[in-house]
């Protein structure tokens, strides 16, 4: 068996579940974990502006010093925060001059054209708007559909993890599945596209156990009605029985909890 060399970890930040669970300290003591093996760590923080709950996000970039800043390098894009979703453009923050030297010459093929950087340009320049009607306006939208969707959801009895930020909810659809299958999963993905339903299976996001569906309620209030409304007609006026779902309930997700802390140890 051939032995494969890990030289890099990317770690994307889960605002979703662990936004709350990153305080200053946890992310040090990962990072110094991980640089024991002199690893390359790539931190993914798409969605450090999306927090609508009463939490604080720590950013890599905000600790006082790191173990090894040259193997440090953080990245962001204006697609979510912004609800920029058409505009390609990311950020990579990086101390080392190798990875810049290399990334340069990428960019020579994939530079961001002079018109987005002129628009996005603006954007930034306007602190006081954004900090003062954008960012508060956004957080306050996203924090309203978010409940509005987790309280559809529970109406129909479909339960959510609980979420702190971001642009979605991942949803228990296990006791409507035939059977505990990603065969089965994606049936029930197939019937909601039958319906007008664009609902991300788990499996698309190597989800580890069938029957979890990921839905964005970034949307407007009368697009999230109408999909608790096909949801409903759809769960309930199925032929096929769903089978009992002897797996267990939301609590065993902290397992991840657990994973982290073996990968602090």
């Given amino acids: 068996m051939a032995v494969v060399k890990i030289t890099c970890i990317c770690i994307y930040i889960y605002i979703y579940t662990y936004a709350n669970k990153f305080p200053l300290h946890v992310l040090t003591c990962l990072c110094f974990s991980l640089f024991r093996y002199e690893l390359h760590v790539i931190m993914d923080e798409i969605y450090m502006l999306s927090v609508y709950d009463d939490i604080t996000f720590t950013s890599v970039l905000s600790l006082e010093s ?3 800043p040259e193997r440090t390098h953080f990245m962001w894009g204006f697609s979510k925060d912004f609800g920029m979703c058409g505009i390609r453009v990311g950020v990579l ?8 030297k290399a990334v340069n010459q990428l960019a020579v093929f994939h530079s961001c054209p002079g018109p987005v950087q002129h628009v996005l340009t603006q954007f930034l320049k306007d602190r006081d708007w954004m900090d003062n009607v954008f960012f508060p306006t956004n957080k306050k939208r996203l924090k309203e559909a978010q409940k ?3 309280d559809g959801l529970a109406d129909i009895g479909v339960p959510v993890l609980k979420s702190s930020g971001g642009l979605y909810v991942w949803a228990d659809f296990r006791k409507f599945l035939k059977s505990q299958t990603f065969e089965a999963e994606l049936e029930l993905w197939q019937k909601l596209l039958d319906k007008k339903l664009l609902i991300s299976p788990g499996k698309a996001f190597c989800c580890y156990e069938p029957g979890w569906f990921r839905l964005v309620f970034s949307n407007s209030v009368d697009k999230i009605y109408l999909c608790i409304k096909r949801l409903e007609e759809m769960l309930y006026t199925n032929d096929a029985e769903p089978v009992p779902n002897n797996a267990s309930s939301l609590t065993k997700h902290s397992e991840q909890d ?7 140890k």
């Fill in 66 to 68: 790191l173990p090894d």
């Fill in 93 to 100: 923050h990086t101390t080392n001059h190798e990875i810049q």
């Fill in 148 to 150: 509005l969707l987790v």
């Fill in 258 to 264: 657990h994973y982290l802390s073996l990968l602090l």
